[in-house]
């Protein structure tokens, strides 16, 4: 059971408390750090379920395991970047909108937890549900979105120790990063519509009285 996907997805659990935390650490520093662990966490994500698929190590463990490291991964990062924004709102206001919505929040954690109902709804109906084109898009766009604003908080923190406060180049990144974090969490919210969407009209059925 502990091969090396297996492996991997235990690491990704054990560092989610890191990337919780790493983020409520004064100065730029910690939130580099945190952004460099997320990026390793996001991309074993990816790596240790083509090592499972590609070199046949599925294992039950794994599939338990996995879908837990995914959303302790989305509640270690969503719930600090909603409560820094909010409690620092002077120093990491986002253009466009400012910080992230709650209901913004609520749309991408209850997501998660809405298929995962239905996955295993699926299930005892003797239909596995794999992962779609456009709940993978999800993941990618969100990830995107979790990382940009890891860099943001740090962007921000480091103006003033590094004298970037009047630069007219910090300012023009400060305009750039700060829309591109906004323009991402919006795709990422109308993808996790999107996708939810999809997949309850692909497995309508199951969302009808049992046969037999």
């Known amino acids: ?10 690491v990704r659990i054990c560092l989610t408390p890191v990337i919780a935390l790493l983020p409520f650490i004064e100065g730029y520093w910690p939130k580099l750090i ?11 994500d990816v790596w240790d379920g083509y090592l499972a698929r590609s070199r046949n190590m599925v294992t039950d463990l794994g599939k338990l395991l996995d879908p837990i490291a995914d959303k302790l991964l ?8 909603y409560i820094i ?18 209901w913004v929040c609520v749309l ?7 298929m995962t109902g239905f996955r295993w709804y699926a299930k005892r109906r003797g239909i596995v549900i794999p992962a779609s084109d456009a709940g993978k898009l999800k993941t990618v766009v969100q990830n995107v979105y979790i990382g ?11 103006r003033k120790p590094l004298g970037w406060e009047h630069s007219r180049y910090a300012d023009w990144w400060n305009q750039f990063h700060g829309g591109f974090v906004a323009v991402t969490l919006g795709i990422a919210a109308l ?3 999107y996708s939810f969407l999809h997949y309850m009209n692909r497995y309508r059925e199951l969302l009808g009285p049992r046969r037999g």
């Open 85 to 102: 924004s909010r409690t620092r709102h002077d120093l990491y206001d986002i253009p466009l909108w400012g910080s992230i919505p709650l």
């Open 34 to 44: 945190c952004f460099a662990v997320f990026l390793f966490a996001a991309i074993t």
């Open 74 to 81: 989305l509640f270690a990062t969503l719930i600090p970047i």
């Open 191 to 193: 993808l996790t519509v």
């Open 108 to 114: 991408l954690v209850g997501r998660e937890f809405a």
């Open 148 to 158: 940009a604003t890891i860099l943001w908080f740090a962007f921000r923190d480091a």
């Open 1 to 10: 059971m502990w091969n090396l996907p297996n492996i991997l997805t235990v």
